[in-house]
């Protein structure tokens, strides 16, 4: 059975093995590995600090040795924001001498370093799951630019979703719990919708002057310091979206707002749909009401084996009229879509 150390989703063991400087990041590769019917070894989190020019990524590199090592991992993945050159020029170097195969995803890194460490180079989340499971059965993954087939099989869903809203309903607006979606999503929507900006310090997203005032299109990470002094992170409880996401309903140039929920044991909170359940039964009877329409896009990371069920969770988020992805890239490429010509 699988044991987890502070919060993280119950999973299956499996043969995946992950180090990740990033807790999302973590936790969403591990449901998703579960979700395609595998199930993970071990799953190291290393904290964000590790991949920094003066730790040098010496938990995420002990982690790999110790993973090469294990009998019961077959395939290993490494999730971070992109390291310290430094640092990842260290772990280029052990990967290179892997002989288990290594999936790497450095949210927004050059890819083609990646591939001259040896590695496999993922484009999100999702992709890094999905090169998983397959290596773990053996077969080598097809290279493809997974991104573009993504927007592809969410086009006409997109297509559906901007026909309800009114011409000045041009702008999306994210707010989330997991600091590594948040920056997944800058990622991914910097590629193609303009004027992106959010309170973290990520990709080419424009730093907000105010964090607590959301301009044009905006990304927040409200697990970030700023909005956790003395309140429980998100994660904990949920509940502290609520005023935000209030807030970016009122903005009448507002046609999306996108948002993620994590489950799972610890110090997850045991009902997150139920801390902001009033709150998007609100927005969505007042847009109504004003003939203004507001699509809502969200991801929820967590199992079936979760004390919250992933069902349940994800069912009742439907039946207010939320739009619930299996991923967070999924969640966040659509939201994008929606609010931009190319769907």
């Known amino acids: 059975d699988t044991i987890s150390v502070g919060w993280m989703s119950k999973v299956r063991k499996g043969s995946i093995g992950i180090v990740a400087a990033s807790g999302s990041g973590l936790q969403e590769v591990a449901v998703l590995v579960h979700q395609f019917g595998h199930g993970i070894s071990q799953a190291i989190g290393t904290g964000g600090r590790d991949i920094s020019e003066q730790v040098g990524g010496s938990t995420m590199l002990q982690g790999l040795r110790f993973l090469q090592e294990d009998t019961e991992t077959k395939v290993i993945v490494l999730v971070s924001k992109p390291p310290h050159p430094k640092t990842a020029a260290k772990i280029y170097a052990e990967v290179s001498k892997c002989k288990k195969p290594v999936i790497i995803l450095f949210l927004g890194s050059n890819a083609e370093e990646v591939r001259l460490s040896g590695a496999y180079a993922a484009a999100t989340l999702e992709e890094a799951?999905?090169?998983?499971?397959?290596?773990?059965?053996?077969?080598?993954?097809?290279?493809?630019?997974?991104?573009?087939?993504?927007?592809?099989?969410?086009?006409?869903?997109?297509?559906?979703?901007r026909a309800k809203l009114r011409p000045e309903q041009r702008y999306l607006r994210g707010v989330f719990c997991g600091g590594t979606h948040s920056e997944e999503a800058v990622a991914l929507l910097q590629q193609f919708v303009p004027n992106l900006h959010s309170n973290i310090r990520f990709g080419k997203a424009e730093l907000l002057k105010n964090s607590r005032q959301s301009i044009e299109n905006t990304l927040v990470d409200m697990g970030d310091e700023e909005f956790t002094k003395g309140k429980p992170h998100p994660v904990m409880d949920p509940s502290i979206l609520n005023e935000r996401l209030l807030q970016e309903s009122r903005d009448p140039e507002v046609g999306v707002i996108l948002f993620d929920l994590i489950l799972g044991h610890s110090a997850v909170h045991p009902d997150p749909v139920g801390t902001i359940e009033e709150t998007l039964r609100h927005i969505m009877k007042t847009s109504k009401a004003e003939g203004r329409p507001i699509c809502l896009v969200a991801s929820v990371c967590g199992t079936d084996l979760d004390p919250q069920g992933l069902e349940k969770q994800t069912i009742r988020l439907q039946n207010l009229g939320v739009r619930v992805l299996q991923s967070n890239c999924r969640a966040a490429l659509l939201a994008g879509l929606i609010v931009t010509e190319e769907a």
Do not use: N
């Open 129 to 161: 799951a999905r090169m998983a499971t397959t290596l773990d059965c053996g077969i080598k993954p097809e290279l493809h630019d997974s991104v573009t087939l993504l927007k592809k099989e969410l086009a006409d869903t997109a297509l559906k979703e």
